[in-house]
């Protein structure tokens, strides 16, 4: 049985619902159609008290939920009469969990109810296909809705577009038919999913992943060659490769094959919960400027490359070179230590706690060195993947340099691939 707590009921308070419905007089069929529009103010938390979630149900337990909270959602409308709810017998062959009818100025309404544990794209979509030849069938006015958790605005997208309707227990609802519409836009984000389990397809081992199918999306990639391309266990791409399918990022094809198939999608995502700053190594202060500066670290990256010494121009370094936008001071890298030691030596580095002019970051996993780019005159920086990254989780100008960034060098690169 799961666990329930009032948690996020709170944040669901005050939802506005609009419902309308345009229809001819019920006493007098020759009267002109009219346009009834009404907009009440509902506290949603006594819909979900009780029955938020902490951790993932189960498919049982959001059969379970359903019926009580569509029925209630519906009577908040004073324009919805008799509304009653069936649910189905809990077989694995149904095609849905339930039905509600329901009466609009006399006429009857009809909602297919198909329940899903998770709201991700590739699991409603096997809820579109399996209400879809019900709806077909009905011969009232018959709609289809999906209930789950958290539906995702993915999700909804869809839904939208098989003409279908959704409800999930973050506050996000839709019933739509020809003459009546009520719909509730509260949450686009999931709140049942713990931080970790949001940034969980960015972390550094399957960063490596996701900047190697960036850069060639178009390619079908199996398990075994990723993970042996990318230095990872093969479970890690199961993984990565799993979480993408089922966000319908990527497409799933003969044996262990996938390829990404949105790549914008998973770029918006890993810049909407997966940007973490990188950690600081060292702020230091130098001296040199102008033509002395850009010798020094050319003299770094040349005596790097004949001692094996790790050294990676980064962020604002690396767009200024590439793509100029934000004109932000200072030089930043990345390096190992081996390769801080060649930077304080070369810059004349003092260390200093503010007014720093350089900045060294500490690379967060290994897989850093193999997403890089060529600079001239023979520097070394960043990928345009981890260059985008660094350049989010630098502030407001970074932000606006990062979106230049990838409009400049990420765009092409993806359409290139396509």
């Not at 509260?186 to 049942?192: E, L, Q, T, V």
């Not at 094959?257 to 790549?263: A, M, N």
Request: aromatic share 6%.
């Amino acid at each position: 049985m799961a666990t329930w707590t009032n948690k996020a009921a709170a944040a669901a308070a005050d939802v506005l619902f609009h419902s309308q419905i345009d229809f001819q007089h019920p006493l007098n069929s020759r009267m002109a159609v009219k346009s009834l529009t009404i907009s009440l103010k509902c506290h949603f938390q006594r819909l979900l008290n009780s029955v938020i979630p902490v951790k993932s149900m189960n498919p049982r337990d959001v059969d379970d939920l359903w019926p009580g909270l569509l029925q209630r959602l519906l009577e908040t409308s004073p324009i919805v009469a008799a509304v009653t709810t069936r649910s189905a017998p809990h077989r694995r062959d149904e095609s849905a969990e339930g039905e509600v009818d329901f009466a609009v100025a006399g006429e009857p309404h009809r909602l297919i109810v198909a329940c899903k544990a998770s709201g991700q794209p590739r699991h409603v979509r096997d809820a579109i296909g399996r209400l879809a030849p019900v709806v077909a069938r009905a011969a009232d006015l018959t709609r289809g809705l999906v209930f789950a958790p958290f539906i995702s605005p993915a999700s909804r997208a869809l839904l939208v577009e098989h003409n279908m309707g959704w409800l999930d227990l973050a506050g996000n609802a839709r019933v739509a038919f020809p003459r009546f519409h009520l719909e509730i836009s509260k949450a686009d984000r999931d709140p049942f999913a713990t931080k970790r389990e949001q940034r969980s397809l960015f972390f550094p081992k399957s960063a490596r992943l996701l900047k190697l199918l960036l850069h060639e999306p178009h390619l079908s990639w199996k398990v075994a060659d990723l993970a042996a391309r990318a230095d990872v266990s093969v479970g890690q791409v199961s993984n990565v490769r799993r979480a993408l399918i089922e966000r319908e990022w990527a497409h799933a094809e003969t044996g262990e094959g996938f390829r990404l198939t949105q790549p914008d999608a998973l770029l918006d995502a890993w810049r909407d919960d997966g940007v973490q700053a990188p950690s600081i190594a060292l702020r230091g202060y130098t001296l040199k400027h102008g033509r002395a500066l850009d010798a020094a670290i050319e003299q770094v990256f040349a005596n790097g490359d004949s001692q094996n010494v790790r050294v990676l121009l980064a962020s604002h370094s690396v767009a200024r070179r590439a793509a100029p936008y934000a004109r932000v001071a200072g030089e930043f890298f990345y390096a190992s230590p081996a390769g801080i030691t060649l930077l304080e030596q070369h810059l004349e580095l003092v260390a200093t706690d503010k007014g720093e002019n350089v900045t060294i970051f500490a690379p967060g996993d290994a897989g850093l060195w193999q997403e890089t780019m060529a600079l001239a005159p023979n520097l070394r920086g960043t990928g345009p993947i981890q260059t985008y990254l660094d350049l989010l989780a630098s502030g407001d100008r970074g932000r606006e340099a990062a979106s230049h960034w990838r409009t400049e060098k990420i765009d092409p690169m993806l359409a290139e691939s396509s």
